[in-house]
């Protein structure tokens, strides 16, 4: 069986925040382990925790990668692929 290489999740949210409130600080990169204790601790809140929950379920699949990104933002998956600092926050291993 064939498995994607990534998910890439387009919401109307550039990613995972550690103020939810406050785009400058979005986390760029998450592992599964940094993933659930954020939301274990409060970190990732309300709407964003359903998200995540689908990229940890993705990568705990197979997936090699998953990343959430504002789908508002033009150009948005080429930003995050193409640029060494992307735009969203990736779910690894």
Avoid: N
């Amino acid at each position: 069986m064939v498995l994607a290489g990534a998910l890439v999740a387009c919401t109307a949210v550039g990613g995972v925040r550690r103020d939810k409130d406050d785009p400058a600080t979005r986390i760029p990169r998450l592992t599964v382990d940094e993933a659930k204790a954020a939301i274990a601790d409060g970190t990732v809140q309300g709407g964003m925790i359903p998200k995540l929950e689908t990229c940890l379920e993705a990568v705990e699949g197979g997936v090699e990668a998953a990343v959430i990104i504002d789908g508002r933002v033009p150009h948005a998956i080429l930003l995050e692929v193409l640029t060494r600092e992307g735009i969203g926050t990736e779910i690894i291993l």
